[in-house]
């Protein structure tokens, strides 16, 4: 046994690498069936047998666990198998580059169309055109009138090069006298010293209205205070925050947005003397901070 077949393989390991030269739907594909597989292979591979000297032979047997193969089936085997396996990559290959050649060829079409229509499209307008024109000309001559044409858009210069807008010296001065450094950007102003309303520029302190309870829980904040809503307070400065006052309260700085409050407007009588104003009239009730004009 051993002369005769000097190869042996397990049927698990025969079926996974022959497998290939039998139908797929022939093949249980299961241990118990296994030595039933290596056959069904044998005898495929055994229909075109090749031709072979007198020394060699194409003899198998099957074993226990193993399947014994003689060295001539063993070669026979292998060239049937490298066969299959460089069919298989031919059609697939062929396969896919069919598939990829085909998409292409639409994309190049569909570019092509678009092309050809895009002309026709630009000769039908080149056409139309030249008829409108004629149409028109030939009304102006039979009217007497000459239609003016559209003037066409005057295409604008390019704009000038950042370079060139400004000399770097003179920035640079400019960025000396007021202090400044090339490199980091101005530093942020500080917070006016006063208000903006309407027309005039109002100084502090300044005497405003709460128009709603500031804060809403003292006690989530940390405060023992709370302005309440229609209580007076005096404003002495804007805040560090942004949209911010200082108000002073009972002794305590407090920083309160601005939309919280209203200023105060008082109303004056008119004096007694004033002959221009009738009797009963009021002027316009300033603010109690002082109105500078601006």
């Known amino acids: 046994m051993a002369s005769g077949f000097p190869h042996r393989m397990r049927f698990k390991q025969f079926t996974a690498r022959y497998r290939m030269l039998a139908p797929f739907r022939l093949l249980r594909r299961c241990e118990e069936k296994a030595l039933e597989d290596c056959k069904v292979i044998l005898d495929f591979a055994l229909e075109n047998p090749p031709e072979l000297d007198g020394s060699v032979t194409l003899s198998w047997a099957p074993g226990k666990r193993h399947i014994f193969l003689s060295e001539g089936i063993r070669q026979h085997l292998e060239r049937l198998r490298t066969e299959v396996r460089m069919k298989s990559a031919t059609l697939i290959q062929a396969t896919w580059r069919g598939w990829n050649l085909r998409k292409r060829l639409g994309t190049i079409r569909r570019t092509h169309n678009i092309q050809l229509m895009g002309g026709a499209l630009l000769s039908v307008n080149k056409t139309s055109g030249a008829r409108t024109g004629n149409v028109s000309h030939a009304n102006a001559n039979n009217t007497g009138t000459a239609t003016r044409p559209r003037p066409q858009p005057i295409a604008g210069t390019p704009?000038?090069?950042?370079?060139?807008?400004?000399?770097?010296?003179?920035?640079?001065?400019?960025?000396t006298l007021f202090g400044l450094d090339l490199e980091r950007p101005p530093p942020v102003p500080p917070s006016r010293s006063y208000t903006v309303t309407?027309?005039?520029?109002?100084?502090?302190?300044?005497?405003?209205?709460?128009?709603?309870?500031?804060?809403?829980?003292?006690?989530?904040?940390?405060?023992?205070?709370?302005?309440?809503?229609?209580?007076?307070?005096?404003?002495?400065?804007?805040?560090?925050?942004?949209?911010?006052?200082?108000?002073?309260?009972?002794?305590?700085?407090?920083?309160?947005?601005f939309q919280y409050m209203e200023?105060?407007?008082?109303?004056?009588?008119?004096?007694?003397?004033?002959?221009?104003?009738?009797?009963?009239?009021?002027?316009?009730?300033?603010?109690?901070?002082?109105?500078?004009?601006?």
């Not at 989530?220 to 911010?244: F, I, M």
Request: glycine share 10%; aromatic share 2%.
């Open 159 to 175: 704009p000038p090069d950042p370079n060139e807008k400004c000399d770097s010296k003179i920035i640079a001065q400019t960025c």
């Open 198 to 257: 309407g027309n005039s520029k109002l100084g502090y302190p300044q005497t405003r209205i709460m128009k709603m309870n500031f804060p809403e829980d003292p006690a989530a904040v940390g405060l023992g205070e709370q302005l309440r809503k229609g209580e007076a307070v005096t404003v002495t400065g804007a805040s560090h925050r942004r949209g911010h006052l200082i108000v002073e309260h009972n002794g305590i700085s407090l920083h309160v947005p």
């Open 263 to 294: 200023l105060v407007k008082t109303i004056a009588p008119v004096p007694t003397g004033s002959g221009n104003a009738p009797s009963g009239a009021t002027v316009p009730p300033p603010p109690t901070a002082t109105a500078v004009n601006i």
